[in-house]
């Protein structure tokens, strides 16, 4: 027997985007005001240094927050594995539906020798990466996870037992 | 949401990821690591042999001031030995020794896997030995190495020889590889804390960690754009400091010292994060008033943007201007001894031990307040045009950065280090190098106020005859205070290789009053440390605030 779950997988995430706009704003505000103020006084080859930075840390900040809103929801009920992909607060941008039966959690070695391992759910030919945002220890400890989870056999973890509510597991989810 | 089967999971998995993820073997593992522990490790490195070549160029100046009179080296060379001896302190010494700090401990303080940025956190490494390699080579060129002081004011400054390209391209190299590394730590600090720690929870070093990384950011422009335009006026014809084409060379101090005041707290404000840790910890009480700790390294950081031109008010200011940097200088003093009186009421009826980070601690609150104490006589406008360019500023602003900034590295690793390598250092040894470093560091400077009282000059590699027996007991104290150091070298490689039998015997809680997730992981720190942001029980917050610390 199989067990409804609800996996979502989000990275940990501390900073709200109105907060990074407010610490950016805050930081170009004294940035820029200093070397404006010097460009004023003629200095002005301050004012590009300042820009270039102001750019680094602004791209720092948009990488981060951006990373910050994506969510992979796995959810298991029944005889359906439904896998939706998308960022917090736009809705599911793509979704897929496998058999439960059919579906096998792989975990496979990156392109080369640094890149991260890939995790796939395979179904039938189809290939569907998911964990991108989590590290390799946190896509193992998935890996195994989904394995239990799509295996019809009795659930290794103690206390797991079939026909229990939906639970999450914490990815980085808060 | 972290339920209890899940937890269990976790664990399971956790021992095998040990095994499996480690780090890579051989030197490329140093090159190619993306990982926060490792990156730590080599900024302290990398920190301690800059701090090795600096030694060895105070060593030179001290060795040449023995006497009245040239000893050793030419007058070039001495003043070269200056200029480097004070760029290789600051920007190779402690500044990187701060970062590795912050590399090794803010993640692990606020309960992340790495800091925010990896990559960029290897590439803001490894542009450091490089620029410094160009730097150094400066000392081998046709015209000598930069000799013009750290300052590189101009015209002096314009009279390097070929060395002076080479020398801004250097600065700009370190200035990124700071910038990296700061919009690294507030990118990691906002945004990865782990669920329940609130700003006002983190720890301390974390906080004026996140304060210095904000001066960084605000600053460090001001230093390339200062240092491009040297370039150009030396090479493309600008006159943005050459009076003869209508600058105005006093315009560069204002702008050089606009970059380097925030700078002095740069290099400060995490080591008063580190003694806010250790104090604690070795007195068993929580820190006494964290919120006005917090305010008053904010109250710093901003007052360090509005007292630049106490560094220059020999240059002929309006008086209006004199006083208003004076008064300006001496408000700093307020939050900072906000900060003392806290270290001291939190030290108040506590159940004090004094192992070797402690002692380090005490040295730097004792020893910095004097510091903090000549540098109040020397904000004083009228008095200070005797002190101005005299020995009593080297012995301050030594004071300052020694007994302060440097003995809170010494004393952060003391503490830190049987968390990172397993390893229990040897006390022993650890309090005889305490003991001997606050002998000689008393003795290299305190004889130096009295000179510079006197009148002896800094960056002059001769002086009057009536100097010389403060100035023998200043070089018998420098060179003592640099083989101390050999004791607390040989006692931290220990830890790191298990010389001398040493065993991976710590346990997770090394300090028995020590507080923070950092101390909730085993020693040595796992690799990968919190895949999982951890919860934050209340017995690990180190922000307590006031109403709650009768409680804690």
């Known amino acids: ?174 | 949401m972290a339920t209890t089967h899940e937890q269990h999971g976790h664990d399971a998995h956790a021992h095998d990821d040990h095994a499996h993820h480690g780090p890579d073997k051989g030197i490329m593992r140093w090159i190619k690591t993306t990982n926060h522990k490792d990156l730590g490790t080599l900024y302290l490195f990398f920190s301690f042999t800059m701090f090795f070549i600096g030694g060895i160029m105070s060593l030179i100046i001290r060795a040449e001031l023995f006497h009245p009179g040239m000893q050793f080296v030419q007058p070039e060379f001495f003043n070269s030995m200056t200029t480097m001896h004070a760029l290789v302190m600051i920007f190779g010494g402690v500044m990187p020794g701060f970062v590795g700090l912050a590399n090794w401990m803010v993640p692990m303080m606020i309960g992340c896997s790495d800091l925010a940025l990896p990559r960029v956190n290897n590439w803001g490494f490894w542009i450091l030995p490089f620029g410094f390699a160009m730097m150094l080579s400066t000392l081998f060129m046709e015209g000598g190495g930069p000799a013009g002081g750290w300052t590189m004011y101009p015209p002096l400054m314009l009279q390097t020889g070929n060395a002076f390209p080479f020398l801004i391209f250097s600065v700009h190299l370190l200035g990124i590889s700071s910038i990296t590394g700061a919009i690294n730590v507030v990118v990691t600090i906002l945004n990865m804390r782990t669920p329940g720690m609130t700003l006002l929870k983190m720890p301390l070093f974390v906080w004026t960690w996140l304060i210095t990384a904000y001066l960084l950011i605000a600053v460090m422009p001001v230093l390339a754009g200062a240092v491009t335009m040297l370039l150009t006026d030396k090479y493309f014809g600008t006159s943005f400091f050459t009076a003869a084409g209508g600058g105005d060379p006093v315009l560069f101090q204002h702008v050089f010292w606009f970059f380097g005041h925030p700078e002095v707290y740069i290099l400060i404000l995490p080591a008063f994060g580190v003694v806010s840790t250790i104090i604690p910890t070795f007195a068993r009480k929580p820190l006494f008033g964290y919120d006005s700790m917090v305010y008053a390294t904010a109250a710093i950081g901003f007052l360090s943007f509005i007292v630049w031109a106490h560094h220059m008010f020999t240059v002929g200011m309006p008086l209006a201007g004199e006083l208003f940097f004076m008064f300006a200088t001496m408000l700093i003093a307020v939050p900072t001894g906000v900060k003392v009186f806290n270290w001291v009421a939190t030290m108040w009826r506590g159940s004090m031990t004094f192992e070797t980070p402690m002692l380090f601690a005490l040295g730097f609150v004792f020893l910095f307040t004097i510091g903090g104490f000549s540098g109040l006589m020397l904000a004083m406008t009228p008095v200070d045009f005797q002190y101005h360019d005299t020995y009593f500023v080297v012995a301050h602003f030594h004071y300052v950065l020694v007994p302060g900034a440097v003995f809170s590295i010494i004393a952060a690793i003391y503490y830190w280090i049987p968390k990172w390598t397993g390893r229990m250092y040897n006390e022993a040894a650890g309090k005889l190098h305490f003991w001997l470093s606050a002998i000689f560091i008393n003795l290299t400077f305190f004889p130096q106020h009295f000179v510079g009282l006197a009148g002896m000059q800094r960056r002059v590699p001769d002086y009057a005859v009536q100097f010389t027996d403060f100035n023998e007991v200043s070089t018998i104290g420098a060179f003592g205070f640099f083989l101390s150091q050999f004791i607390f070298i040989f006692n931290m490689l220990a830890c790191c290789y298990g010389w001398f039998g040493r065993k991976q015997t710590a346990p997770a809680r090394v300090w028995e009053g020590a507080r923070g997730l950092e101390w909730t992981v085993p020693s040595p720190a796992p690799y990968h440390t919190f895949e999982d942001p951890p919860q934050l029980p209340a017995s690990e917050v180190t922000g307590v605030h006031d109403a709650e610390a009768t409680h804690h």
């Not at chain 1, 070397?35 to 080859?45: D, I, K, V, Y």
């Not at chain 1, 594995?81 to 941008?93: I, Y």
Request: proline share 6%.
């Open chain 1, 1 to 174: 027997m199989f067990r409804d779950t609800q996996l979502m997988i989000g990275p940990n995430a501390s900073l709200t985007v109105g907060q990074a706009w407010l610490f950016f704003g805050l930081m170009a505000a004294t940035g820029l005001g200093v070397a404006g103020l010097m460009a004023a006084r003629g200095l002005w080859p301050i004012l590009p240094f300042a820009g270039l930075e102001l750019a680094a840390l602004g791209t720092a900040l948009y990488v981060s927050v951006r990373r910050n809103g994506y969510r992979e929801v796995i959810r298991m009920s029944g005889e359906t594995v439904h896998v939706e992909f998308g960022m917090l607060g736009r809705g599911a941008s793509a979704t897929v539906s496998l058999s439960r039966w059919w579906t096998r959690a792989v975990l496979e070695p990156g392109a080369h020798r640094n890149a991260p391992s890939r995790l796939l759910l395979r179904c039938a030919g189809q290939r569907i990466e998911i964990g991108r945002c989590l590290t390799e220890e946190e896509r193992e400890q998935l890996h195994g996870r989904l394995q239990e989870l799509l295996s019809p056999v009795r659930p290794k973890t103690p206390g797991a037992r079939g026909g229990e509510p939906a639970q999450e597991l914490p990815f980085g989810e808060r």
